[in-house]
Antibody, heavy 119, light 107 residues
Framework: EVQLVDSGGGLIQPGGSLSLSCAAS????????MSWVRQAPGKGLEWVSV???????YYADSVKGRFTISRDNSKNTLYLQMSSLRVEDTAIYYC?????????????WGQGTMVTVSS | DIQMTQSPSSLSASVGDRVTITCQAS??????LNWYQQKPMKAPKLLIY???NLETGVPSRFSGSGSGTDFTFTISSLQPEDIATYYC?????????FGQGTRLEIK
């Protein structure tokens, strides 16, 4: 079964760091464009980052320099390392797979993991 | 960044109604436009990709059209299970951007 399972969310103080994981099954993360998308409470969807099959990475301006997307092919897992966290980073974070032949049409999503940045 | 302007922000319709949502891009995005459905406490679901292609398993009452800067999403006959928030999304260039969403309610 094709599936993504997000984990790693929690409560963190402003300025802190947190690492999110997204375990894939039924396909390889290395063979697909993979993104992180977030949703603040009661708000819309915001794209965060993408890692291409070739390894290139791109970020939203709001997280550039603070977040790092990566993958571990041996574990078939996608990661999002977050540092210098701000209150405005509070959101549900979803990992998502782009459908074959596309880099930005997300056909498989994780269930989401909640990150709360608060003192 | 490409701005995606979606309208209306909310709408109320009756079962069986035809429902239309529009999305306008701030610049030409060709057909790199997707539509998603999100139900409360759930991850989004891809319905339409590349402006007009129906994702596998999605009912045929959902459709999309448009290219360039103007796009339309239609539900031909609204069903009770279609109650959700709908988002358009462009991926012509980084950063990927979403519309602000349309909340669909049953009248």
């Amino acid at each position: 079964e094709v599936q993504l399972v997000d984990s790693g969310g929690g409560l963190i103080q402003p300025g802190g760091s947190l690492s999110l994981s997204c375990a894939a099954s039924g396909f390889t993360v290395s063979g697909n464009y993979m993104s992180w998308v977030r949703q603040a409470p009661g708000k819309g969807l915001e794209w965060v980052s993408v890692i291409y099959t070739g390894g290139n990475t791109y970020y939203a301006d709001s997280v550039k320099g603070r977040f790092t997307i990566s993958r571990d092919n041996s574990k078939n897992t996608l990661y999002l390392q977050m540092s210098s966290l701000r209150v405005e980073d509070t959101a549900i974070y979803y990992c998502a797979r782009a459908r074959r032949g596309s880099w930005g049409a997300f056909d498989v999503w994780g269930q989401g993991t909640m990150v709360t940045v608060s003192s | 960044d490409i701005q995606m302007t979606q309208s209306p922000s909310s709408l109320s319709a009756s079962v069986g109604d035809r429902v239309t949502i529009t999305c306008q891009a701030s610049q030409d995005i060709s057909n790199y436009l997707n539509w998603y459905q999100q139900k409360p406490m759930k991850a989004p679901k891809l319905l339409i990709y590349e402006a007009s292609n129906l994702e596998t398993g999605v009912p045929s009452r959902f459709s999309g059209s448009g290219s360039g800067t103007d796009f339309t999403f239609t539900i031909s006959s609204l069903q009770p299970e279609d109650i959700a928030t709908y988002y358009c999304q462009q991926y012509n260039i980084v950063p990927i951007t979403f519309g602000q969403g349309t909340r669909l309610e049953i009248k």
